[in-house]
T-cell receptor, first 116, second 111 residues
């Protein structure tokens, strides 16, 4: 089975711009979560989507948003970029309840965003 | 507040020198505790899920255990390829699958 894929892998933007990142989950997975990873704060939860609905949201400003499509692919958007948004953005997908590893999250390789 | 603390932050071992990594947590109801391995520039790779105190899981040289307040990742006779950052995360009892991560333990194994 193919793993979680994320595009692009690397991105350089300038302050004030906006960016859209994409995530394709493992086939059959309906839940997609996004995390931000920085050296200082570690991995922090951004939000989770399940069946095209946001199910949970972390403590991030409204500049961070996301959506999920009917095929479970997800995008996250960051508007008005700030220098502090430079990070590795990770997407994870999980299998629906009832499977042996229910709700275990499998991560993609991440998108490294650099804001100048 | 739900919280995960990992220790030590960094650990250097000689090949074959066994040790343990600690993950202590406070959470309002634990649905699951997860261990991941992360190599530089890559996403976390799933290792284990533990659901209840007393549970143990093993995979090759790794063994994870869980109590009501902490989890240990025991590494037996490590090899250089075990060098990585090991992340512990808890999943609280709430809607959704959000994970709360510790800062990780960076393990270096030299030959």
């Amino acid at each position: 089975k193919a793993g979680v894929t994320q595009t692009p892998r690397y991105l350089i933007k300038t302050r004030g711009q906006q960016v859209t990142l994409s995530c394709s989950p493992i086939s059959g997975h309906r839940s997609v979560s996004w995390y931000q990873q920085t050296p200082g704060q570690g991995l922090q939860f951004l939000f989770e989507y399940f069946s095209e609905t946001q199910r949970n949201k972390g403590n991030f400003p409204g500049r961070f948003s996301g959506r999920q499509f009917s095929n479970s692919r997800s995008e996250m958007n960051v508007s008005t970029l700030e220098l502090g948004d430079s990070a590795l953005y990770l997407c994870a997908s999980s299998s629906p309840p009832g499977h042996s590893y229910q709700e275990t999250q499998y991560f993609g390789p991440g998108t490294r965003l650099l804001v100048l | 507040e739900d919280q995960v603390t990992q220790s030590p932050e960094a650990l250097r071992l000689q090949e074959g020198e066994s040790s343990s990594l600690n993950c202590s947590y406070t959470v309002s109801g634990l649905r699951g505790l997860f261990w991941y391995r992360q190599d530089p520039g890559k996403g976390p790779e799933f290792l284990f899920t533990l659901y209840s105190a007393g549970e143990e899981k093993e995979k090759e040289r790794l063994k994870a255990t869980l109590t009501k307040k902490e989890s240990f990742l025991h590494i037996t006779a490590p090899k250089p390829e075990d060098s990585a950052t090991y992340l512990c995360a808890v999943q609280p009892n709430q809607a959704g699958t959000a994970l709360i991560f510790g800062k990780g333990t960076t393990l270096s194994v030299s030959s």
